[in-house]
């Protein structure tokens, strides 16, 4: 009867095992979100997934990074996860895992001790019109593709003020229904509490 005991739980668990289905990845993210590094450093990014059952957890193996701008930010080899920062801009990192994939863009940025935006007063008018910005940084670098700008009136920040970088400045435009007034438009820049204000007037039509 022992024998037959031992034999009759090998068998419940060989059949409990067939029962069992690995759950599979669905869907992963890229941390952080929205990478910064330093020029000349480097940032570990991590992958986080989640699974077909539900669960969630750091992927760790079988993870292959790329970015679309190798020249600003690349890693040393597909497989590692230290990104290295080459040169100002951004670029679109990559991480793909079992055939899951998603990206994050990613800023290299310099230490700044000061920052300002040029023009330092513009006007645009209510029906689409543009006005474009650069943003410099310690004094003469252009640090324009890695600043953030943001429009603000009355304390508010107005999502009716697009504020788009084009590749070398920052177009500023309405969509038609910024309302009239002077607006702050405020450049940040990574990795620095400083900003820079200038003055964005829409005048009535």
């Known amino acids: 009867m022992g024998a037959f005991a031992v034999l009759a739980v090998l068998a419940l668990a060989v059949g409990c095992r067939g029962f069992f289905v690995n759950p599979t990845l669905t869907a992963i993210n ?3 979100a929205n990478p910064q590094v330093k020029l000349g450093g480097t940032l570990p990014l991590s992958v986080y997934g989640t699974y077909s059952d539900g ?5 760790t193996s079988g993870v292959s990074w790329s970015t679309d701008t190798p020249t600003v930010a690349t890693f040393a080899s597909p497989t590692s996860d230290v990104l290295q920062g080459l040169s100002l801009g951004t670029a679109t990192v990559t991480a793909n895992a079992q055939a899951v994939s998603n990206t994050a863009m990613a800023t290299v940025y310099i230490v700044i001790s000061s920052i300002s935006i040029s023009p330092t007063n513009a006007s645009i ?15 003469t670098t ?18 009716a003020i697009n504020c788009v970088y084009d590749g070398a400045q920052f177009q500023v ?32 039509p």
Do not use: E
Request: with cysteine.
């Open 55 to 59: 669960s969630t957890g750091v992927v």
């Open 30 to 32: 890229i941390s952080p």
């Open 173 to 204: 435009c309405t969509d038609n229904q910024a309302p009239q007034g002077t607006y702050k438009i405020i450049a940040s820049y990574p990795g620095s509490t400083l900003s820079a204000t200038a003055n964005l007037t829409v005048p009535a």
């Open 142 to 159: 252009d640090i324009t593709s890695g600043a953030t700008l943001t429009a603000q009136l009355n304390g508010t920040v107005q999502t």
């Open 125 to 139: 008018t209510q029906d689409g019109g543009t006005a474009s910005f650069t943003v410099t940084g310690n004094g």
